[in-house]
């Protein structure tokens, strides 16, 4: 298991990223990480920085939680979403 972060209870582990590449990042990690900038209300380059996170990538994170799409997974592309209400 990755080391704890700043003794946040926070882990860093390799993984794989939604789009296949390797990620150092579990879900778990980026789930606590995005908890803890919506619930601190601390900018996110102030986290980031302390997590050992690029600001961006975890901008990434809050973003996809703020638009509902929180554990990681993309929309449905359109046709699955019309198939899907179609009956």
Not at 6 to 19: A, F, M, N
Not at 32 to 59: F, H, K, M, Q, Y
Not at 64 to 85: D, I, N, V
Request: proline content about 7%; glycine content about 14%.
């Amino acid at each position: 298991m990755g080391a704890d972060t700043l003794g946040l209870g926070l882990r860093r582990e390799e993984g794989v990223s939604p789009v296949g590449r390797p990620s150092k990042f579990t879900p778990e990690f980026q789930r606590d990480a995005v908890d803890l900038v919506l619930s601190s209300g601390r900018p996110v380059i102030e986290v980031a920085r302390e997590l050992g996170v690029g600001n961006e990538t975890l901008r990434s994170w809050v973003n996809r939680r703020r638009h509902g799409h929180g554990r990681g997974l993309r929309p449905p592309r359109r046709r699955e979403a019309r198939s899907a209400t179609a009956g």
